[in-house]
């Protein structure tokens, strides 16, 4: 039986990004992938030129008529724009207890514009983070729930997750992708074990949602494997081949998306 996996997130209409870059990744993994719309964002792959934030009472509504009739086996939480936002959806999930919840503490994207506002930070480390099974932040939004000013060196990685650790999230996937190198290094973190993960790093300039391709191809896996570690690592496997598959695409001038 294929798992009914669920996206909370914005939207992307270039389809690389967000909701749209989830499903794609739900469905090349095995999953079964449903939706529910946190933000309309006018965006492509140079950029965001407008969010249209949905109401939260609205977004509690999606969820709650959602998980009343279908069973959800995992969850993978992207944008979140504000702080009443991560409070509906905190909300749903303290009510419903889904099994396996990934979130990618989406902050900024590739093009500089933000996507969670700078108050709700706080709100998202307090209150969601503390929640959730998985979480996926890259080095600056590691440093930024931190409070610390600059990003981890890959020698200083495990202090790191170990401090994101200390928030409360079972287990932490610390993304290296903006360090240089040959070979993407992250590092998973949980269970007392410490575990860094390389794949080759694809130089591409297709690389816009890499991120919501991640944490989605590993909520979709995390059901149909035996533990998060290897979840995670066929994730990885999957970017790497999606991002290399992007040759095989012309979409937009900008940051193109990932082939799944
Ligand atoms: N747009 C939406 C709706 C997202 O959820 C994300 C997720 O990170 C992004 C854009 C960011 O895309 P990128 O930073 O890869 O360009």
Redesign the pocket.
């Known amino acids: 039986m294929a798992p009914n996996v669920l996206t909370i997130?914005?939207?992307?209409p270039s389809g690389?990004?967000?909701?749209q870059a989830d499903l794609k990744a739900f469905s090349a993994n095995g999953a079964y992938g449903m939706s529910v719309i946190t933000?309309l964002?006018a965006?492509t792959t140079t950029g965001?030129s407008r969010v249209q934030e949905v109401p939260p009472d609205f977004i509690t509504d999606q969820l709650v008529t959602l998980l009343d009739d279908v069973r959800v086996d995992a969850v993978k939480i992207?944008?979140l724009a504000n702080a009443e936002v991560i409070r509906a959806v905190t909300a749903v999930l303290e009510r419903y207890c889904p099994p396996f919840v990934v979130l990618?503490p989406?902050m900024?994207?590739?093009?500089g514009d933000r996507?969670l506002a700078p108050e709700a930070v706080g709100a998202l480390r307090d209150e969601l983070l503390p929640r959730v099974d998985l979480i996926t932040p890259n080095l600056p939004e590691a440093a930024d729930l931190l409070g610390e000013g600059e990003i981890a060196s890959p020698d200083q990685m495990p202090a790191q997750a170990e401090r994101l650790a200390a928030l409360g999230a079972k287990q932490v996937l610390l993304k290296g992708g903006h360090l240089s190198g040959e070979s993407s290094v992250d590092l998973l973190h949980g269970d007392g074990v410490s575990e860094f993960l390389s794949t080759e790093r694809v130089v591409t300039t297709n690389?816009?949602?890499?991120?919501?391709t991640l944490s989605a191809a590993i909520a979709a896996l995390r059901p149909q494997r035996a533990d998060w570690l290897e979840a995670v690592c066929e994730a990885k496997q999957y970017l790497t081949d999606a991002l290399r598959a992007s040759e095989r695409l012309d979409v937009g001038r900008g940051?193109g998306p990932v082939h799944h």
């Open positions: 997130a914005g939207t992307d690389g990004a967000g909701v933000a964002v965006q965001v992207g944008m990618d989406v900024v994207a590739k093009s996507l690389d816009h949602g890499t991120g919501c940051h």
